[in-house]
């Protein structure tokens, strides 16, 4: 049997020394972003991407061997383990695997096939299974005693029966086959229930719907257990019709047969023995096995939507920043008026204010006014509107005062506020701004994400961003887990200022807790910047193993040490000074010099401590010191006079930004309060198999209008402007933002409230696991509604 590192290997196509030396790095609690940047020797340069994978199946692998065990040492104790059960179980590879060699095994509730064993019935079970040339009615007579309660011959067969079946659906190997056999052959039908298809319309593509277990898309299984959980659909599983198998038998009772040596050859048991297969598969068999394909959809399901949300999540926090530019947040609204808040260049609230150039009061000129004011006042560079109620009309606003006012040279932006009202009534919020009301936290928010994304999003929650698909119907444990992973190494591979960063981005920084965090910032306060990174050993609680874990990570731009501001971890600085003496330079010389940079032969600085992977990161620091991997700052700009849908017309050509990317498309916001969906046909001249490879959120594109379904609200796009327009049909299933109550993130259009709340939502197969008896089987999905 191969251990776990040897597994690991052979999955990552790597040797196993190397990961054998990332699991000791990260038993020891070595982050994955501080492995993959300052241990690459260690580990052969394993990336963060194989990393995170190793991370994620060494859990697996060791929850399988801890699971192993129990299993082993339960059967032990019944006296039940064998030498051939031991290896079954030793080398069983999967967890479905171990619990199906444990089945037969594991301590029950009292059945009737145990009843019928305490009754003396297991001989004559085991008599019509390798005797069916005897007739069943005159064997099981032998074995009717009234004082065991099997009165009748009837009685008795019935108990045989009992035995027989819980023996079939039992075998480990013929589950496993059979389940094979219908996750290939089986299909997933739905339909609509009655009177359900004018409130379940967005279901609509699922009324009259079927398709193999094999082929689902993982969007489409999502939307069909929605439909299910929201009581639109009613969803059944159809197992193969299998023309080569008798009148008498599906080719699946056929399978169970086969695997006993039973056959219809005449005989007078062969009858009863069938009989006894088809029951077994009709009252057990199918339905553990249906339940076993809805529970593998379901996690095949939810492991590709966790990947689209956690790739759409890394796309948003590495979005282009705006920079260290004074900054005007314009949280749109109408009756309440638009929230106004000026940050500085730092970040630092500086004015707010409340205008109502709206409906009703509609005060536009003296918005205009207050506005201009404020932007002279604190010389602002750049315009935040969030993408909310009122947007366009506040982006109208924001254009006119642009105009009007054209010296002071204002850029305007429309921002992603998903999330804001999350941010808004936190507890961080209430300490970074408490002298400031909610309602005004929101424009704080979106100013500040103008500025520095990753930065600001850090502070909400990950799944009140909302870039995902279907997530609050997703396992909590599992989504938190992976989004959390991507914050991590996102706030990494940026890196953070020390002397500027809050509490929850020093949080992410590897190693970093939100204790450790908090008691930087207030030795921060108390004492002032920090000048170096060893400065921060005198932080409360932070000791050899944090600071080794962090300091690469945090910046010092203007310490005392030119190298604290990069990217080089202070254990390295050695090789610098190597470097320093061979090229006969000061640091301050050295860093940005190019031209001597590139003439170093990293070979020459090695020891047995840094290698080649190692100096090359060195060198590559010095040259750009702290380079910051995102990419370059730019503005989408919407068409004037197109801000509803009843303004769109097929054929326009239009520029948008992509809000999010799902496996069935990207999703544009064009300015008209309702993103339309680029499907994922039509993202390119060439076949796209995954549409992240295209587009991602962020990117300005130009698209063309195809459709617009004013009723369903959905306006279908295309990057091709090739092709012509007119009625579109996507493959079957295909779904819009309006497609779920609860759509994927309003990135133009109005906040929903409920977008920010916990749902106490359950997934849909959870429900359906309730229902049938085995709620716990799987994580029960519990999260924010996007």
């Known amino acids: 049997m191969k251990t776990i590192g040897q597994r690991i290997a052979s999955e990552l196509n790597a040797q196993e020394w190397q990961v054998q030396a990332a699991i000791a790095l990260l038993d020891d609690g070595a982050t994955v972003p501080f492995i993959a940047r300052y241990r690459k020797e260690a580990t052969g340069t394993l990336d963060d991407a194989q990393l995170r994978t190793l991370e994620e199946r060494l859990r697996y692998l060791r929850e399988l061997e801890d699971r192993r065990k129990t299993i082993v040492e339960s059967i032990r104790d019944q006296g039940k383990l064998t030498d051939e059960l031991a290896v079954q179980i030793n080398t069983a590879d999967t967890k479905a695997r171990l619990e199906d060699l444990y089945l037969p095994f594991k301590?029950?509730?009292?059945?009737?096939?145990?009843?019928?064993?305490?009754?003396?019935?297991?001989?004559?079970?085991?008599?019509?299974?390798?005797?069916?040339?005897?007739?069943?009615?005159?064997?099981?007579?032998?074995?009717?005693?009234?004082?065991?309660?099997?009165?009748?011959?009837?009685?008795?067969?019935?108990?045989?029966?009992?035995?027989?079946?819980?023996?079939?659906?039992?075998?480990?190997?013929?589950?496993?086959?059979?389940?094979?056999?219908?996750?290939?052959?089986?299909?997933?039908?739905?339909?609509?229930?009655?009177?359900?298809?004018?409130?379940?319309?967005?279901?609509?593509?699922?009324?009259?719907?079927?398709?193999?277990?094999?082929?689902?898309?993982?969007?489409?299984?999502?939307?069909?257990?929605?439909?299910?959980?929201?009581?639109?659909?009613?969803?059944?599983?159809?197992?193969?019709?299998?023309?080569?198998?008798?009148?008498?038998?599906?080719?699946?009772?056929g399978r169970v047969a086969l695997a006993f040596g039973i056959a219809d050859k005449g005989r007078p048991g062969d009858r009863w023995l069938l009989e006894t297969v088809r029951w077994a598969w009709r009252t057990k068999l199918r339905f553990s096995i249906e339940l076993d394909m809805k529970m593998r959809l379901w996690q095949f399901a939810e492991d590709e939507a966790v990947k689209v949300f956690a790739g759409n999540l890394r796309d948003l926090l590495l979005a282009a920043p705006a920079g260290t530019r004074p900054t005007l947040g314009l949280d749109p609204g109408y009756r309440t008026g638009v929230k106004v808040a000026v940050v500085d260049a730092t970040g630092k609230v500086v004015a707010t204010d409340t205008?109502?150039?709206?409906?009703?009061?509609?005060?536009?000129?003296?918005?205009?006014?207050?506005?201009?004011?404020?932007?002279?006042?604190?010389?602002?560079?750049?315009?935040?509107?969030?993408?909310?109620?009122?947007?366009?009309?506040?982006?109208?606003?924001?254009?006119?005062?642009?105009?009007?006012?054209?010296?002071?040279?204002?850029?305007?932006?429309?921002?992603?506020?998903?999330?804001?009202?999350?941010?808004?009534?936190?507890?961080?919020?209430?300490?970074?701004?408490?002298?400031?009301?909610?309602?005004?936290?929101?424009?704080?928010?979106?100013?500040?994400?103008?500025?520095?994304?990753?930065?600001?999003?850090?502070?909400?929650?990950?799944?009140?961003?909302?870039?995902?698909?279907?997530?609050?119907?997703?396992?909590?444990?599992?989504?938190s887990r992976s989004l959390d992973a991507v914050v991590e190494d996102c706030v990494n591979a940026v890196g953070v200022d020390l002397n500027t960063a809050s509490a929850p981005l020093l949080a992410r920084v590897s190693g970093l807790g939100d204790w450790v965090s908090q008691n930087i910032v207030a030795h921060r306060n108390a004492n002032g910047p920090f000048r170096t990174r060893r400065a921060l050993n005198d932080v409360t609680g932070l000791g050899p193993k944090t600071f080794e874990q962090a300091a690469g990570f945090l910046r010092i731009p203007s310490g005392d040490d030119p190298l604290d501001a990069s990217g080089v971890h202070p254990e390295a600085y050695p090789v610098v000074r190597r470097i320093l003496e061979a090229t006969k330079s000061d640091i301050k010389v050295l860093i940005g010099n190019g031209s001597v940079l590139k003439a170093l032969k990293p070979a020459d600085f090695t020891d047995d401590k840094f290698g080649i992977p190692t100096v090359k990161d060195i060198v590559a620091e010095l040259e750009k010191p702290g380079r910051d991997p995102r990419p370059e700052f730019k503005t989408a700009t919407f068409l004037e006079g197109v801000e509803t849908l009843n303004d769109l017309r097929p054929g326009m050509i239009l520029e948008g930004v992509v809000t999010n990317v799902a496996a069935f498309g990207a999703f544009v916001d064009i300015g008209v309060h309702q993103d339309g969906l680029v499907h994922v046909s039509a993202l390119s001249d060439t076949f796209v198999k995954d549409p992240r490879a295209v587009v991602k959120p962020g990117d300005i594109v130009r698209v063309k209008v195809l459709e617009i379904d004013k009723a369903r609200k959905r306006i279908s796009l295309s990057m091709r402007m090739s092709d012509p327009v007119g009625k579109v049909s996507p493959p079957r299933g295909e779904e819009s933002r309006?497609?779920?109550?609860?759509?994927?993130?309003?990135?133009?259009?109005?906040?929903?409230?409920?977008?920010?709340?916990?749902?106490?939502?359950?997934?849909?197969?959870?429900?359906?696991?309730?229902?049938?008896?085995?709620?716990?089987?799987?994580?029960?999905?519990?999260?924010?509604?996007?």
């Open 107 to 253: 301590p029950k509730r009292r059945t009737k096939a145990q009843i019928a064993r305490e009754a003396g019935l297991e001989p004559l079970a085991d008599q019509l299974l390798s005797g069916p040339e005897h007739a069943p009615k005159e064997t099981a007579e032998a074995f009717v005693s009234p004082e065991k309660d099997v009165s009748t011959v009837e009685a008795a067969l019935e108990g045989a029966r009992a035995i027989l079946v819980e023996r079939f659906s039992e075998n480990a190997e013929l589950l496993g086959a059979l389940r094979e056999t219908y996750w290939q052959r089986g299909s997933l039908a739905s339909t609509v229930r009655e009177g359900k298809k004018s409130d379940g319309v967005k279901f609509a593509d699922y009324f009259d719907f079927s398709e193999p277990l094999a082929k689902l898309p993982s969007h489409r299984i999502l939307a069909l257990f929605r439909g299910e959980k929201e009581e639109v659909l009613d969803l059944r599983m159809e197992e193969d019709k299998d023309a080569g198998a008798s009148n008498y038998v599906s080719s699946y009772e």
């Open 355 to 479: 205008i109502y150039p709206h409906e009703p009061k509609r005060q536009w000129d003296e918005s205009i006014a207050v506005l201009a004011r404020l932007c002279r006042v604190h010389k602002i560079e750049l315009i935040a509107i969030g993408n909310g109620t009122a947007s366009r009309e506040t982006d109208k606003l924001a254009a006119e005062l642009v105009t009007k006012h054209p010296d002071l040279k204002l850029t305007k932006i429309m921002v992603s506020e998903a999330g804001a009202s999350v941010y808004s009534a936190s507890a961080y919020a209430s300490q970074e701004l408490p002298d400031l009301d909610v309602s005004l936290r929101g424009a704080v928010s979106i100013a500040r994400r103008l500025q520095d994304p990753l930065a600001e999003l850090v502070k909400i929650d990950p799944k009140s961003i909302g870039v995902g698909q279907y997530q609050h119907d997703l396992a909590e444990y599992k989504l």
């Open 738 to 786: 309006s497609f779920t109550k609860n759509p994927l993130p309003q990135t133009s259009g109005s906040r929903n409230a409920k977008s920010d709340k916990e749902s106490q939502d359950g997934g849909a197969l959870a429900d359906a696991l309730r229902r049938a008896g085995l709620s716990g089987s799987v994580g029960k999905g519990r999260g924010p509604r996007s």
